[in-house]
């Protein structure tokens, strides 16, 4: 008797689990992703034909946007919560893209609040070994491999990435951004008019503009140290630092899905001259970042528009 129900609650339960991860929509879509409301609402403002889909307490807004077919959803700040709200649009919808639109913290010196990067490469840099002191040094085993200069205790290291039939996982430091997508948000970026202002009274402090290329890294904290700011900038060489374009890019890759993240800045992480400008300008770094977004989503090839979904789907 008592086997029965177990196995009868077994196979309720993995019922349920497929029938969790089904689909719920056919149509090839692009993931547009922010962590926060300030980051989409430019985006969910210009969509139509929509729809509202509720799965695992995530909000998923279905329609078009620019002419894309598009499922538009709030990942949640941070790490953990960005890489499973990404799986979870990938288990449910026919995800062909993955774009994030959201804001940064500028790491390189030659950026200003207001400013729109796009990365073509990220890492995480708290995906780290916290060190042993050793007297006046730190020491690590040296089974860990390889690291980059370390910050204090902090040596980062690459990620190990497990794949079907092997024994060893992939190391891995950088998650490309996709060369095709990338291109074309290189070719949309003069075009761009971006926000100097959001009102009379916020600002940035200078002009705009959007840069295209370099790398960026993404982590748990919020950064507002200028010693730690230089670190991550002579380390990584990274042009912006945030809490989810790495673990949205690491999803991606594991998927096989291209992936592109366009970051509005709304501060220096610590490099700002005075407080820390995340909080005025999140709005003003949130539309700029929008703005580029949807001249990267017109400027998609046309297998991309309603008539041509089939032919895509195929592939």
């Known amino acids: 008797m008592w086997l029965a129900l177990l196995l009868l609650a077994s196979l309720t339960l993995l019922t349920d689990r497929a029938a969790a991860a089904e689909q719920v ?36 807004i279905v329609g078009r ?9 709030l990942s949640g700040v941070s790490m953990v919560n960005a890489a499973m709200t990404t799986q979870g649009a990938i288990d449910h919808f026919k995800i062909r893209r993955i ?32 060190a042993r002191q050793d007297g006046a040094r730190w020491s690590i085993p040296n089974w860990l491999g390889k690291t980059l200069p370390n910050y204090g205790m902090i040596f980062p290291r690459a990620v190990g990435i497990a794949h079907p039939g ?8 950088w998650f490309d951004v996709d060369p095709t997508m990338l291109e074309i ?52 060489k990274a042009s912006l630092v945030d ?21 509005g800045l709304s501060d220096l992480a610590g490099g700002d001259a005075g407080e820390n400008t995340e909080n005025e300008l999140e709005h003003l770094a949130s539309d700029n970042a929008a703005a ?13 528009s309603p008539e041509n979904r089939s032919s895509e789907g195929s592939k």
């Open 292 to 304: 580029v977004v949807k001249a990267f989503l017109r400027a998609l090839p046309a297998q991309e």
């Open 25 to 60: 929509d056919p149509t090839p879509r692009i993931a547009i992703i922010s962590a926060y409301s300030p980051e989409w609402l430019a985006l969910k403002n210009a969509m139509s034909a929509t729809r509202t889909e509720i799965i695992a307490d995530v909000t998923y």
């Open 166 to 173: 092997e024994r060893e996982p992939e190391k891995r430091f």
């Open 243 to 263: 809490n989810e374009s790495a673990p949205v890019a690491h999803v991606a890759y594991s998927n096989h899905i291209p992936f592109i993240a366009f970051r």
């Open 65 to 73: 946007l620019e002419g894309k077919d598009v499922v538009l959803f």
């Open 99 to 130: 774009v994030f639109s959201g804001i940064a913290g500028g790491i390189n010196p030659s950026l200003s609040p207001g400013d729109v990067v796009v990365a073509d490469r990220w890492s995480e840099y708290l995906e780290s070994v916290f």
């Open 185 to 236: 948000a290189r070719s949309v970026a003069p075009k761009v008019e971006l926000k100097a202002c959001l009102n009379p009274d916020v600002c940035g402090t200078t002009r705009p503009r959007v840069v295209v290329g370099g790398a960026g890294v993404s982590g748990p904290a919020f950064i507002d140290n200028a010693e730690f700011r230089k670190w991550i900038y002579d380390t990584f």
